[in-house]
């Protein structure tokens, strides 16, 4: 059941959210949209195609001490930011949701996830759009209150005790709306069996579509910094010169560049581009399926949208499957 | 006893110097090692054996190259400082040009009193140990080295390209944008100044490990002259393996 909120209400809504949350929302640069921090609901875009960079930017930050070394003492850093994510799409909601299933025990992820407030939105499927096949188009508990739009209004749709709080609010109702199942609908330009082709990769492991694509990627990893999935870290330890002052941070790794599968003593488990290329598939749509039952990919298309060298992963994903 | 440390200055801008003054944990630094000769940084220096030589600028003149032999000699280790010691920097565009023709456009009738040899990058004159990399270097890379220094660790390579950190900042694509830029081939760890700032990567820290440069060539030369692609990669670091080929030409 959800309930009506007037367009013009949900700056009261948002006010509510700000007293207590760090409040992060897609806001317009000039050519394009980018998740901030937002003091004002009026800079908040509530109709934007897609934003740069997803919501791990602030779940799981680009480099993100985990513990200091000061004066010779340990002392681990956990999050205590209260982040309230205003105006997600239904891929990006869904993206969290299944970062959930590999960081829930993670202590970093899981102190800043607990204390989370995601507040959804209806979007505009754009072009580059698949989220229908890979199955994050239907509202999940990811999300605490999704608002649907619906003419001049919108529609709030709780998952959680955190939104259905929220949903009791005055500026909420009294009109309510009876809806089973809340899902984003739209012709995909591209539709995929995502699975059928996620268990093609393994069967057909040199298709030739991995050289052709490999040719013309730049390996600029632009793809995975955008995916709202792709989660892969590296460990360093940094120390401030002198020896008893540091402290080892968390940083965004990419399995496209040469040293990520490089080990101790050298040697390189994916050397030539094409194989690192393909793991990106192997991981998103078998071994990640294989494990947690869902692709490691939401279809939000950011990986379509910002590569520079024009390649589409749903043409890749076509080509092995086939079609 | 502190270790010993000489910064020497060749030709060039000593830029990467002043980066290394505006370190925040210069005192640190100046805690830690004891600087026998810093010619920018303090009035009184000294030859010494030193533990630590930093080099910054490029060898263009015979003193030069007298120099920096001495200083390999004097030294346990040898560290070269920016991109002019590592690729030869800004100065050495004239390799690619006539050197006479160049000398007489610049300083006219005194061209013949002046002396400009082929620049050669530092690790092609003497034995070079590290390379802090830039045009200037960044002060986090110079604080880097001198910590796994003192802490007994050989430093640790860049391995990301600067479109790592020019995307992790949110960035609007330059590539996309349709401008000529070396962001993806180019070796990270800047922070991305200068995509960050709305202009293209000029690539002065050199290329990345295992760069993709056909790939990038395809893509540049959709949307950029041959010209502006040669001096793309022929700014700041002429000298460096991969970009001296491009610069001299091969696309």
Request: a neutral charge; hydrophobic letters at 40%; glycine letters at 8%.
């Amino acid at each position: 059941m959800g309930k009506k909120i007037k367009k013009e209400n949900l700056k009261k809504l948002f006010d509510d959210i700000s007293k207590e949350y760090r409040v992060i929302a897609p806001v317009k640069r000039k050519d394009d949209y980018v998740l901030m921090e937002v003091k004002d609901f009026s800079e908040v875009a509530l109709d934007y195609p897609t934003t740069v960079l997803p919501p791990k930017k602030f779940i799981m930050p680009y480099k993100e001490p985990i513990f200091a070394l000061d004066g010779g003492e340990f002392k681990e850093i956990i999050p205590e930011e209260k982040i309230a994510f205003f105006g997600l799409h239904m891929c990006d909601v869904n993206a969290i949701g299944r970062l959930d299933l590999v960081f829930w025990n993670d202590p970093y992820y899981k102190a800043r996830r607990e204390k989370m407030l995601v507040v959804g939105i209806s979007c505009k499927p754009i072009e580059t759009c698949f989220c229908k096949s890979t199955g994050a188009n239907v509202l999940t508990n990811a999300c605490d209150l999704f608002l649907k739009a619906d003419g001049d209004s919108y529609v709030g749709f709780s998952m959680t005790e955190k939104g259905r709080k929220l949903l009791s609010q005055l500026y909420f109702g009294p009109e309510t709306v009876d809806v089973k199942e809340v899902k984003i609908d739209y012709d995909e330009k591209l539709h995929l069996d995502v699975y059928a082709i996620g268990k093609k990769i393994l069967e057909d492991y040199n298709n030739p579509v991995w050289e052709e694509t490999a040719k013309k990627c730049l390996a600029c990893t632009n793809c995975t910094l955008v995916c709202p999935l792709c989660y892969c870290f590296d460990v360093i330890d940094e120390t401030f010169v002198v020896p008893n002052e540091g402290q080892r941070v968390r940083c965004w790794d990419s399995c496209l560049l040469l040293s990520f599968a490089r080990v101790a003593g050298g040697h390189n488990f994916r050397k030539d581009l094409k194989a690192r290329y393909r793991n990106v598939y192997t991981h998103k749509f078998k071994t990640f399926v294989d494990e947690f039952g869902v692709p490691s990919c939401v279809g939000c298309g950011r990986c379509i949208t910002f590569c520079p060298a024009d390649i589409d992963m749903r043409e890749t994903l076509s080509k092995l499957g086939g079609a | 006893m502190k270790p010993k440390v000489a910064i020497f200055d060749l030709t060039d801008c000593e830029g990467c110097e002043v980066q290394i003054v505006n370190s925040k944990f210069i005192d640190r630094v100046l805690g830690g090692v004891e600087f026998v000769h810093f010619r920018l940084g303090q009035r009184v220096n000294r030859w010494d054996n030193f533990d630590v030589a930093f080099i910054e600028g490029a060898v263009i003149t015979s003193h030069e190259l007298e120099l920096v032999k001495k200083i390999r000699e004097h030294s346990k280790l040898v560290i070269a400082l920016g991109s002019c010691a590592c690729f030869g920097g800004i100065a050495a565009i004239t390799n690619f040009m006539d050197r006479e023709e160049a000398k007489k456009y610049v300083y006219g009738e005194n061209a013949d009193k002046i002396e400009t040899l082929y620049i050669k990058p530092l690790p092609e004159i003497i034995k070079v140990d590290f390379m802090i990399r830039g045009c200037p270097i960044v002060p986090e890379d110079f604080e880097r080295v001198v910590s796994d220094l003192f802490a007994g660790r050989i430093p640790r390579e860049h391995t990301r390209p600067v479109c790592m950190d020019c995307k992790s900042k949110g960035n609007p694509c330059q590539l996309l944008k349709g401008v000529a830029c070396a962001g993806p081939v180019a070796y990270g760890g800047c922070g991305a100044p200068c995509p960050s700032a709305g202009v293209p990567c000029d690539g002065c820290r050199g290329p990345l490990e295992d760069p993709q440069t056909t790939a990038e060539l395809e893509l540049l030369k959709k949307i950029a002259s041959k010209d502006d692609i040669i001096r793309l990669f022929r700014k700041f670091a002429p000298m460096a393996p991969i970009f001296k080929e491009i610069g001299g030409g091969k696309l």
